[in-house]
């Protein structure tokens, strides 16, 4: 048993707590990872405000890691001790339908489909003062050292910046994939970004990456469009900024709507928005923020009739275990600054002041 730092969720809307906590060796088939690096994203604040679906508490949270192998259990081949890895938080069993299905990158032992609080055989790896502490989407980066299932971690190439690639376990790929797999946007396109955050900004990267000749990008928050700029958008707007709904500002401009729109905000109303911003007959419209648990979306049917392609992504679309390490090279080649993300860094100590940092849009 290994005694870490771990940043425990003890309730529903209280801030975390860094505790010792003891983290049990892998069982069979799991791997113990000494995690370096962690992201912060949205999705853990969810986790925080309690409206991400189907959480236990206490829990530890984080999802978005890159480390070291410390140990591995019985039957574990593809990764050993020494190697460097990014924890998967959408698995790839290898052996489901849509893991079996080419064109998918779901797994079915994903949270959506039945919840990661505990590992596969039903227990936790971690305690804290005598009480079991929950896992979140089976990787709990927010803890020095985390236990996962082998098909939940990624082998990456051992150059890698751990502290800089963190960052492909989640906001990048998201955002970045919704562009290039899920909207599969063309040259010469015009594409409109609902909110301009890490994965707003990897969808700014994606939309370039593809070709796109307009890239709209779209934000309350002004302190984002320097950096949005800089990644590649050619228009920035602040819908506070207009007395009328921002979908017609974007049809003006645009003259029918834009080719591709991106929700990567998560709110019921800007969903709408963005459906209803691309050209009615073949606009396409990805969904890439996660809406709280529970929201219900109503609209106005003849938005799809006449055309339009709704869709959601989950990851960016990457088959995770497959294509993170392929992204992990594709940034050691420089095809792409995901750097450019990275605003602060802070020990585990000051995890509290980086969800701060993330709700004051910093």
């Known amino acids: 048993v290994i005694r870490c730092r771990a940043a425990v969720a003890w309730a529903v809307g209280k801030p975390l707590s860094v505790e010792e906590v003891e983290v049990s060796p892998p069982k069979a088939g799991e791997v113990r990872v000494k995690i370096v ?43 050993k001790p020494g190697d460097k890895v990014i924890p998967l938080c959408l698995p790839q069993c290898g052996g489901c339908s849509f893991c079996l299905n080419p064109e998918s990158n779901y797994c079915l032992k994903s949270h959506v489909s039945e919840p990661q609080n505990l590992l596969p055989d039903k227990t936790s790896r971690f305690t804290c003062k005598g009480k079991q502490i929950h896992h979140f989407l089976w990787v709990s980066t927010f803890a020095e050292y985390t236990v996962m299932p082998e098909y939940a971690v990624a082998k990456i190439d051992a150059a890698a910046p751990l502290d800089k690639v963190c960052l492909l376990g989640c906001g990048f790929p998201t955002g970045y994939g919704a562009a ?34 307009r890239i709209i990008a779209i934000d309350i928050n002004k302190d984002k469009f320097a950096k949005a ?13 207009f007395k009328k709904p921002i979908q017609e500002v974007l049809t003006e401009m645009t003259g029918h709507g834009v080719d591709y729109s991106f929700e990567a905000i998560g709110h019921v109303d800007t969903l709408t928005a963005a459906l209803a911003s691309c050209n009615m007959n073949t606009g396409v419209c990805v969904m890439v923020g996660l809406p709280a648990s529970g929201s ?41 600054n995901s750097d450019v993300l990275i605003s602060h860094t802070l020990p585990i100590a000051k995890v509290n002041e980086g969800f701060e940092l993330l709700r004051a849009g910093k």
């Open 229 to 241: 700029k800089e990644l590649g958008a050619t228009d920035c707007i602040s819908p506070h900024d």
């Open 296 to 336: 219900v979306i109503s609209i106005d049917p003849m938005l799809l009739l006449s055309g339009r392609t709704w869709k959601g992504t989950l990851l960016g679309g990457w088959k995770m275990r497959d294509c993170i390490p392929t992204l992990v090279s594709s940034y050691l080649e420089k095809k792409f």
């Open 37 to 79: 690096a962690t992201g912060i994203c949205r999705t853990d604040d969810h986790v925080l405000e309690g409206c991400f679906p189907n959480v236990v508490f206490p829990v530890i949270p984080g999802h978005e890691g890159a480390g070291i192998v410390e140990s591995v259990g019985e039957g574990v081949t593809s990764v």
């Open 180 to 213: 290039i797999n899920t909207a599969k946007v063309k040259p010469g396109s015009t594409c409109a970004i609902f909110g301009v955050g890490g994965v707003g900004l990897s969808v700014v990267m994606g939309c370039k990456a593809a070709g796109a000749s």
